[in-house]
């Protein structure tokens, strides 16, 4: 493996999709559907997404929105724990699911002609979860070793985690999507049920198909299986606690001796994908793309990378792809022998004559060429573009905006993008992390200066 | 910058990856393969699909870090790292805004065994995609400042590796494994060889590793059979031949029983296994149909069971058959709080020599089976993991029907020859455990 460097953020461009017929339907019920066609091979993706995530979780429970997904795993009134994933297996598909803090997904992929089978099972546990403690707690254990595994084993995850809760003074952005060891240790089965039974059910889901499939063949489907499924009358947008205003620029330094890499990592709190309005959050993205988009050409990597040699590489990226409040993001990775606050220094000098001098027109062109070429490589990846539609509809957009988002972002000038800067680049507004192995009585003197 | 969190976490398995992924390949693919010899002398699989504008191209040159001097090890590698910085009159910045102009997607890598090419590029400017990737791989610059900046990004991977417990537990299980075979080694190097590496070491390694005659083509996308042969030939045929031997095959030596790597971290990482099975051998997809039911990265396998659905002592434990040109091994991974060290022990020696002793019931064989032969179309995942398949394909020497055989041979096992199988593979005695981390001693 070459330049895994992790930490490099790749372009983010969502995938174009309407080359490819999609269509788009409600149920009586609520259940909203995407159709995205792709006749290349007999096989289907199957998803199903809930509008609700690790946000909408009680205070004091952080995690259940996780632990109800894997529980989901573990039967239904009539079906066994782990029948669903074996049932899969044995149509010879693979299945897993996924949470984060605006939505929870499940999905199968599977050979086209079973999809019927997978409706039926997705149906199911939509309407009928049902588990004993025999399950839910050794499953509380898998979660406190998931825990263990993919974050207090990752001093970069534990960065992130504690940025996070800095940045978000009141929203449960702040809060971990797996929970704090401390309150998933006390989660209990009936907490899971409780949360399906306030959240889940067709009126709050999108049901998403990719593949191998017609419109017709999977609205026919989706009425057989879903259409029995009355509307849950609990579901209810969860009013999330909003930020105040952010008045102080915050930082903090993470300290770890399994850091083999230090490196400056920074937050701004940033706007998110209006529906029917996406020009600022276009433009935000195509400035992570030119600051920090590529290796190599783009401005930050350019830099400080290629002409001063003080960096490994430096990043930035923008995540607008949510209900609430959005993430602009810049980082530094330093050559050896140069320090934490040298980095961060030359990194906000570079950003600072960025603002100064705006962006280059050559620059701006080869990003839109690049998101040209995404519109057919992304015709490649049908589960890709499920998860766009997804995503996208579940924090509130519309198949619409994700359809517009390409123009949304070729459509962005030069001046957009300073504006976008101007605006989200305001440290009071942000968090700035730095990891580093154990720093010495000299270095700590310094940071505390 | 997570904003998921999977259900299940794709396991780590680094190791003879592109091997379980040929070797899952179910039968009767729908797909349709044509070999297309070039005047040039090379074959090349291909998949014509011309729904979609690009083609997607993978060659593998086979050596990798393996024919590389131990006293420079990682040139390879780092070789690999600067064929996309800097190739003719282009410098690496040049060659970057020349290839995004195209929006051509071109990557080299570096493995144990081979570097491979893997490239996407549209058909509205596909020669001149391919002059770029011609001249990444015939004239790379080499400039000193591009060897700088990849040297130390080479380096600050090591040291990021130096202080990850998977990567720890990997690399000294390779050790113990294969000694001073090339497959003991880190493919990377290490600080110090990396450190030493010169031009003239990387104009060598570019000469050796990258050669005519050690090449796997294949390719899916837009594109008509001759219009590739044309492409391959002029990417490949004045290329040079390989001169460096390739080296000698490796067997497993590892000493059974425990190896503990001190580590600070919230988790113990145990990486376990012993000797594999030779992916030549003539029972191997029997050995690969028994490792699927045992723990095959699924859910419902004996490991994911026992440890995980019953216990909730992990969340994520597999094994897998690490079949490489040179050698093999059979291994796994799990990680898991100290305190339960001990007990993940018991139940993996358990768990072994209950497949030594008993093989696998006629209800998990006909289930494995069913998944086996049903996974069939998902493999073949659009025009990029296709191109990547057949490249891999040939490159382990599997026949260009295979495809079509392939889930045929998998119902043709009989309970017998799979258990006869679990009794040759599976030895509890001879397991090997790296564990990097607490053992758990303490807290018994």
Request: no cysteine; hydrophobic share 45%; net charge negative.
């Amino acid at each position: 493996m070459f330049l895994r460097f992790s930490l490099v953020m790749l372009l983010l461009f969502a995938r174009p999709l309407w080359a490819e017929p999609v269509s788009h339907f409600t149920l009586e019920n609520g259940l909203e559907v995407v159709v995205i066609e792709d006749r290349r091979a007999p096989v289907a993706v199957h998803m199903v997404w809930y509008r609700v995530g690790a946000a909408d979780e009680p205070p004091g429970r952080s995690g259940i929105a996780h632990f109800l997904e894997h529980l989901m795993f573990k039967g239904t009134e009539t079906r066994d724990p782990g029948e669903f994933s074996a049932v899969v297996e044995a149509q010879g598909g693979r299945d897993n699911a996924f949470v984060s803090y605006d939505y929870t997904g499940y999905f199968q992929r599977v050979a086209s002609d079973r999809l019927a089978l997978m409706m039926e099972m997705e149906a199911d546990r939509m309407a009928n979860l049902s588990f004993t403690e025999a399950e839910w707690l050794p499953e509380r254990g898998v979660i406190l070793e998931e825990r263990g595994q993919v974050l207090e084993s990752r001093p970069n995850a534990q960065l992130n985690e504690q940025m996070r809760a800095a940045l978000f003074q009141n929203h449960p952005y702040g809060v971990p999507i797996i929970g704090w060891r401390h309150e998933m240790a006390e989660l209990t089965g009936d907490h899971a049920m409780e949360f399906h039974a306030l959240h889940y059910g067709p009126n709050s889901a999108i049901l998403v198909v990719a593949g191998d499939v017609s419109a017709d063949e999977v609205r026919a489907l989706a009425e057989e299986f879903y259409g029995p499924i009355p509307p849950n009358p609990n579901v209810a947008r969860v009013q999330r606690p909003m930020e105040p205003p952010h008045l102080a620029e915050r930082r903090l330094v993470l300290e770890d001796a399994r850091v083999g890499q230090p490196f400056v990592s920074r937050m701004y709190l940033a706007p998110v994908r209006q529906s029917g309005d996406q020009s600022e959050a276009a433009a935000l993205q195509m400035l992570a793309a030119l600051l920090g988009g590529t290796a190599r050409t783009s401005v930050l990597e350019r830099a400080l990378v290629i002409d001063a040699g003080i960096a490994l590489s430096a990043w930035a990226g923008y995540m607008g792809t949510a209900r609430d409040y959005g993430i602009f993001s810049l980082g530094i990775a330093p050559a050896d022998g140069v320090d934490l606050q040298e980095a961060e220094d030359a990194l906000d000098r570079v950003v600072a004559e960025f603002l100064d001098t705006g962006p280059d027109e050559a620059a701006l062109e080869r990003v839109r060429v690049q998101i040209r070429a995404s519109e057919i490589y992304g015709m490649d990846d049908a589960q890709a573009r499920a998860r766009e539609f997804g995503t996208a509809l579940s924090v509130g957009l519309t198949v619409a905006d994700v359809e517009g988002w390409l123009d949304a972002l070729l459509a962005v000038e030069a001046e957009d993008i300073m504006d976008a800067a101007r605006m989200v680049l305001d440290r009071n507004q942000a968090v700035t992390g730095w990891l580093t192995p154990p720093l010495t009585d000299a270095q700590q003197a310094e940071v505390s200066q | 910058m997570t904003g998921i969190l999977l259900h299940r976490a794709a396991l780590g398995l680094g190791l003879g990856l592109g091997l379980l992924i040929a070797a899952a390949l179910p039968l009767r693919a729908e797909i349709d393969i044509t070999p297309v010899e070039t005047p040039g002398g090379f074959t090349a699989w291909l998949v014509q699909e011309d729904s979609i504008p690009f083609v997607a191209l993978d060659i593998h040159f086979r050596g990798g870090a393996s024919i590389e001097d131990p006293a420079q090890a990682g040139v390879v590698n780092l070789m690999t790292g600067l064929l996309g910085e800097g190739a003719g009159d282009l410098d690496a910045q040049a060659f970057a805004e020349a290839r995004e102009a195209l929006a051509a997607r071109i990557s080299f890598s570096a493995g144990r065994d081979t570097v491979s090419l893997s490239a996407r590029f549209l058909t509205d400017n596909r020669d001149a995609a391919a002059e770029l990737i011609r001249l990444a791989l015939h004239e790379p610059r080499f400039d000193a400042d591009a060897v700088e900046r990849v040297r130390r990004q080479v380096l600050s991977s090591l040291r990021r590796d130096a202080v990850d417990p998977n990567a720890i537990a990997g690399r000294e299980f390779a050790r113990l494994a294969f000694g001073d075979h090339p497959y003991g080694r880190h493919p990377d190097g290490t600080p110090e060889s990396v450190a030493a590496l010169d031009g003239d070491a990387l104009r060598a390694a570019h000469r050796a590793a990258i050669t005519r005659d050690r090449v796997y083509i294949g390719a899916a996308g837009d594109i008509s059979p001759d219009d590739l042969a044309a492409l391959v030939d002029h990417l490949l045929a004045d290329l040079p031949e390989a001169e460096v031997p390739l080296p000698e095959r490796t067997p497993f030596q590892a000493e059974p029983g425990v190896h503990a790597v001190a580590f600070d971290g919230p988790q113990t990482v145990i990486a376990f296994g012993h000797a594999g099975i030779e992916r030549d051998d003539p029972e191997f997809l029997a050995a690969f149909v028994v490792n699927e039911v045992f723990g095959g990265g699924r859910f419902g396998t004996r490991l994911m069971r026992s440890l995980r659905e019953e216990r909730g002592l992990t969340y994520g434990v597999g094994s897998f058959l690490s079949s490489g040109a040179l050698g093999e091994s059979y291994q796994g991974r799990v990680s898991t709080d100290p305190q339960h060290v001990p007990q993940v022990l018991d139940i993996l020696r358990a768990e072994w020599a209950a497949m030594a002793a008993d093989g696998i019931t006629e209800d998990e064989a006909e289930r494995v089976r069913t998944f086996l032969t049903g996974a069939y179309p998902l493999r073949f995942d659009g025009n990029a993991a296709i191109a990547s398949i057949m490249a891999s394909m040939q490159f382990q020497g599997f026949d260009i029907d295979y495809v079509n055989r392939r889930n045929d041979m998998v119902n043709a096992l009989t309970p017998d020859e799979l258990n006869a199988m679990a009794a040759r593979l599976y030895d509890p005695e001879a397991l090997v455990f790296v564990m990097v981390g607490d053992s758990g001693a303490e807290h018994d």
